[in-house]
């Protein structure tokens, strides 16, 4: 017994030492181009950062979607996560015309047009998350990686009466899926080669 072996026993084929892993979803953070709507309600980010708004559970999200809607208690959403302001969800008082700064402060004016009783009534959340500590959420928003809510940053700036394009190009992607789809193909083709001459060794070795 104390000469006793434990010798592998392998079959034909290559050992499987690779499994696949699902990774973590990223997030492409480049702009889009700008695109000039003149509706009030549009904002467009200018540069890096993101607009924060609530969803329906109540958490802080953010997206670079500026096209803000209005619903029927003068709250403002986008795809119906609130706009986030200074004191909460932005809430735009009845009959009235309102704009944004460049700094994301909202003004109203009398829906009778008169400039002098123009005023200040909230303002954008706005903040600038490092693309490591952006996240997924199941509803596909972004959210921060640590679960800690961003900061206001000062320094970020919208466009009023725009809105941002797509920042992917159908072009250069499917020039990417082609060039993807070959170079699985050549790999396949390698495999298929590499066997072939497995075979032909084995074929020698037993001498037929």
Do not use: C, H, W
Not at 133 to 155: H, S, Y
Not at 156 to 185: C, D, H, P, T, Y
Request: glycine share 12%; proline share 4%; net charge negative.
């Amino acid at each position: 017994m104390a000469m006793a072996t434990n010798d592998k026993v392998k079959g034909g084929g290559f050992d499987t030492r690779y499994m696949a892993q699902e990774g973590a979803s990223g997030v492409n953070d480049s702009t889009g181009v700008a695109e000039k709507t003149e509706r009030p309600l549009d904002v467009a980010i200018q540069g890096a950062g993101y607009i924060a708004v609530q969803d329906k559970n109540g958490n802080e999200v953010y997206t670079r979607n500026g096209n803000i809607q209005q619903d029927d208690q003068g709250q403002l959403a986008i795809d119906g996560n609130l706009v986030l302001g200074d004191n909460g969800p932005i809430i735009l008082p009845p009959n009235a015309i309102a704009s944004f700064g460049s700094d994301g402060t909202l003004s109203v004016t009398p829906d009778d047009g008169d400039v002098t009783a123009t005023m200040d009534i909230d303002r954008l959340k706005l903040v600038d998350i490092p693309v490591a500590n952006l996240a997924k959420n199941p509803e596909g928003m972004l959210i921060t990686a640590d679960g800690v809510p961003a900061q206001r940053d000062e320094n970020i700036k919208v466009s009023g009466g725009f809105l941002e394009g797509s920042n992917v190009s159908a072009v250069s992607e499917m020039m990417s899926s082609i060039a993807m789809n070959r170079q699985f193909e050549a790999q396949i083709k390698m495999m298929k080669t590499a066997e072939d001459i497995s075979d032909a060794g084995n074929r020698l070795l037993r001498g037929s």
